[in-house]
Structure formats: C-alpha cells, structure tokens
C-alpha cells in the first residue's frame, strides 16, 4: 500500500491520497488552481480531499501537500465591476508617484528607497522612465 493512501482520512485526518491517484478514484475532485483554470472557485467550501507527496524542495522529511474540492459544488469566479478596475488602477498609480518630487513613472518605485531614484540620487529622469512623457 503506497504511503500517503488514505482513502477514508484515518490517518491524515482527511482523505488523502498519492500523486496522480485522485482523478482515478474520483473525478469531481480538482485544486484550486485546476478550479481557476475552469473558470472556477472553491466559494468557502471545505476540502474535501488532499493530494500528498514527496519532493525534494520540501523540508526534510515533511511531504508537500495540496487540497482538493469538489467541482460539483465549485462557484463562477466572480467578475471584476468598474469600481474595482478603478480602485486597482489608483493602487498601481500610487505605488509609481514619488511622494517628493510627484513625479509618476512608468515602474513601480522601490520601496527600500522611499522616493524615485532619482531624488535618492539627486539626479533628474530619463524621458522614457515618466508616464505620458514623448519618448
């Protein structure tokens, strides 16, 4: 019997199975990023199985380890509103304004730096590094 075959979660606590086994046992059973991948979301419910293997970027001695839930009870991902595009776009905004000079800038600035490189340098931009600049 392999190693991390559960089927009736005595031992792990949920069902558990090998790499590449769950499919065969049950085909309603996919991760979140399968889910994804058919347009789908988890919407709150519990796992309810988990895939579990060996790998060599783990911890020694500690498997990796992926939940499984059901695609019948999965949900449509939710679309994006305007509101969100919008409040998004503001963030992203921010996160290229220097708050010294305000100038905005076509990258996110560093956050190491507090202020564009240029400031922390004492230098002036490039054209092509400002938004809405002629290149």
């Known amino acids: 019997m392999p190693q991390y075959l559960d089927p009736y979660g005595q031992r792990y606590g949920l069902q558990t199975y090998p790499w590449g086994v769950a499919w065969i046992v049950d085909d309603d059973l996919a991760t979140k990023k399968q889910l994804a991948a058919m347009g789908l979301r988890p919407a709150g419910q519990e796992p309810a199985a988990q895939l579990m293997w060996r790998s060599r970027r783990a911890k020694a001695g500690h498997p990796r380890t992926a939940l499984l839930y059901r695609i019948s009870q999965a949900k449509?991902?939710?679309?994006i509103t305007?509101?969100?595009t919008a409040s998004l776009q503001r963030a992203m905004r921010a996160r290229r304004t220097c708050p010294t000079c305000g100038l905005?800038?076509?990258y996110c600035l560093p956050t190491s730096l507090g202020e564009c490189p240029?400031?922390?340098?004492g230098t002036t931009p490039e054209s092509w590094e400002l938004e809405g600049a002629a290149a």
């Open 118 to 121: 240029n400031c922390a340098e």
């Open 76 to 79: 449509p991902k939710r679309e």
């Open 82 to 84: 305007a509101a969100m």
């Open 104 to 106: 905005v800038f076509v």
